[in-house]
């Protein structure tokens, strides 16, 4: 099978034309060919009046040898690599202690799929509840100002990423193709084939609820265990005769404990109480540099416009994205976030009397605004104001303040303190919304957020705005809304590994991984690090020395 990449066709193109583009390409006739499949299809649209089409092809021909010498110098005609998925492993007979994955977010869910898959049947541990429950108290939230601090939009099946845009694209080098076993998993469970050749797949949420619970049956059929509202408090670690610290199991918040020696810890970036407790381990744990901002509202049909031109609508482009970003001159970056093309601006708190904002769509991504976090980038020097200890913990003290000033400034029922954009670079307090309307719901109280983040990052965020426009035409249009406060864009801490193990730096037998330890960003990536712990987590307990 040969690869042929950087295929090019007009946006409408005849189905045949990709039968001709790889005879042109290939030079050859059409005899020469015995099939082909779409590996990827993105498109170019620098130039909004000729949108093309770019494929990746797999193409299986009568004669590869001799077209590959033919084409040896050209890096765009390939031999297609194996991206089948293999198992590292096969679990014994007898397991002394099965594996435990504490969170069933998408890391938590493909490190316990692929450990059931291998036969290790694991024991997942998730605090929030199933995914039709927490739906309805995620919902609560957004209706009625009611948080259920157990199961919410962090918390509960299916993780963070649940009630999201379901992006499912991610930057990360990927040299074993686990980014493949994702999406193939995600298809069997429920995704729309698309999600594995189109450039920038996504599912959105409804279909995300389907797929996560055909998931757990899964994992239940082959023998693992899913246990909901299921809170590990505590870990139990035994030094040896050489000082070395061991897991040795887990005691949950009813006071049950259990025994094992091998413990994915797939947190997520909002399990405070959990990262306070490994503290008080002594697990190795760092601070990390995240971003923090506003989600900010524009009408769909204007980026559409900005990014497509005339083709604007056209049914294979979908809702237009994008991604921008401006270098200050106070040395602060500013950059757009999470971007959800027809989505809504979602009430994403987990904790009590505090504000986060966050954003997700439908898979249709039909509604009327496009929303993005704005965010500037900070790191641990920034988090001294808010705890001079020199604490790994002390960006969580940077978010809790801002997010209580957010709750303060929206008025302490949950609403968004809002501001539109043109008041915002004006200094002066919103009153009155203009064409673009909010989407935040229990919804957004007007006011001045200059107020809302440290002034370095207001100032940066002003700065940006301009520049911006001068990308996306209108994107700084007076009416465009601001809700605060954009906090929990990745971890603030990072609960450091070996990179050969995957083992937590100074306790053996424990797994860190996801999002939460800073080992990934993103749906896609968060269950690509579950594969590659849970391969660590078998390798170990089979025992042979690895190197993934
Ligand atoms: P999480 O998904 O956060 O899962 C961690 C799980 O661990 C949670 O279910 C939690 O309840 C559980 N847990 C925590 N502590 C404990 C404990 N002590 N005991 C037991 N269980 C515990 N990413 C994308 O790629 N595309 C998107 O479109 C997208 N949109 C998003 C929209 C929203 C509203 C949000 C909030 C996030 C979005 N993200 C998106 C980010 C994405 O969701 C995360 O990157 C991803 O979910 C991280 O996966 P994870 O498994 O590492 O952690």
Redesign the pocket.
């Known amino acids: 099978m040969l690869r042929l990449t950087d295929i090019k066709l007009p946006l409408d193109h005849a189905e045949e034309a990709l039968a001709a583009a790889i005879r042109a390409r290939l030079k050859v006739g059409a005899e020469a060919i015995r099939g082909y499949s779409v590996f990827r299809r993105g498109h170019d649209a620098r130039k909004r009046g000729a949108i093309q089409l770019i494929y990746t092809l797999d193409v299986d021909v009568a004669d590869e040898t001799r077209l590959l010498q033919r084409f040896a110098d050209d890096p765009h005609v390939r031999p297609t690599p194996d991206t089948n998925y293999r198992f590292v492993a096969r679990a014994p007979a007898q397991l002394p202690h099965r594996p435990v994955v ?7 869910l493909f490190a316990g799929l692929i450990l059931a898959q291998m036969g290790f049947r694991p024991i997942i ?4 509840k199933a995914v039709r429950e927490r739906t309805r108290d995620t919902w609560d939230l957004w209706r009625k100002r009611n948080l259920h601090p157990e199961s919410n ?9 649940t ?6 694209y ?1 930057q990360i080098s990927d040299p074993h193709h686990y980014g493949r076993k994702v999406l193939v998993e995600f298809v069997q469970a429920g995704a729309p084939e698309e999600i594995i050749y189109v450039s920038k797949p ?1 599912i959105g949420t409804f279909r995300l609820v389907t797929m996560v619970e055909n998931m757990r049956h899964t994992i239940e059929s082959l023998g693992g265990e899913i246990r909901f509202q ?4 505590d870990i139990e670690i035994e030094t040896d005769a050489d000082g070395e610290r061991h897991v040795r199991g887990v005691v949950l918040a009813n006071g049950e404990q259990l025994r094992t020696d091998h413990v994915v810890l ?6 405070r ?2 990262f306070d407790m490994l503290h008080r381990r002594g697990v190795y744990l760092e601070a990390k540099p995240f971003s923090i901002g506003f989600r900010v509202e524009h009408p769909q049909s204007m980026i559409d416009r900005a990014r497509f031109g005339p083709q604007a609508g056209h049914p294979l482009l979908g809702a237009a994205d994008y991604k921008l970003v401006h270098h200050c001159r106070n040395g602060r970056s500013v950059y757009s976030f ?1 971007m ?1 093309p027809g989505g809504t601006v ?1 009430a ?1 708190t987990s904790e009590p009397g505090r504000v986060v904002t ?3 769509s439908q898979y249709s991504r039909n509604e009327r605004n496009a929303n993005a976090a704005v965010v500037v980038g900070i790191d641990p020097n920034d988090f001294l104001p808010y705890d001079g200890s020199g604490s790994p913990l002390a960006g969580i003290a940077l978010q809790r303040h801002w997010e209580s000033r957010a709750f303060e400034l929206g008025g302490g029922s949950y609403e968004a303190p809002g501001q539109l954009l043109g008041d915002f670079l004006a200094g002066r307090a919103s009153t009155a919304f203009g064409e673009v309307l909010p989407s935040y719901q229990p919804g957004v109280r007007l006011t001045d957020l200059a107020q809302a983040l440290p002034g370095y990052a207001i100032e940066a965020i002003r700065e940006a705005m301009p520049a911006f426009d001068r990308k996306i035409k209108g994107y700084a249009r007076p009416d465009a809304i601001f809700t605060a406060v954009e906090t ?1 864009t990745s971890s603030p801490v990072r609960v450091r590994r070996n990179e050969s193990d995957c083992q937590s730096l100074n306790t053996r037998g424990l797994f860190p ?4 330890a800073g080992y ?5 990536s ?1 269950g690509v690090d ?1 594969i590659r712990v849970a391969e660590a987590v078998a390798l170990s307990i089979v025992g042979i020395p690895q190197a993934i």
Do not use: W, Y
């Open positions: 504490v969170g069933l977010g998408p890391c938590g541990l998730e605090r929030g939009v962090q918390f509960g099946e299916g993780g963070a990423g009630f999201s845009d379901g992006k499912l991610s996504h299921h809170r590990v408090d797939a947190l997520g970036h909002s399990a109480d959990t999470c959800c979602v994403a966050n954003g997700m929990r991984a996801g999002e939460g990934a960003g993103g749906i896609l968060a579950g």
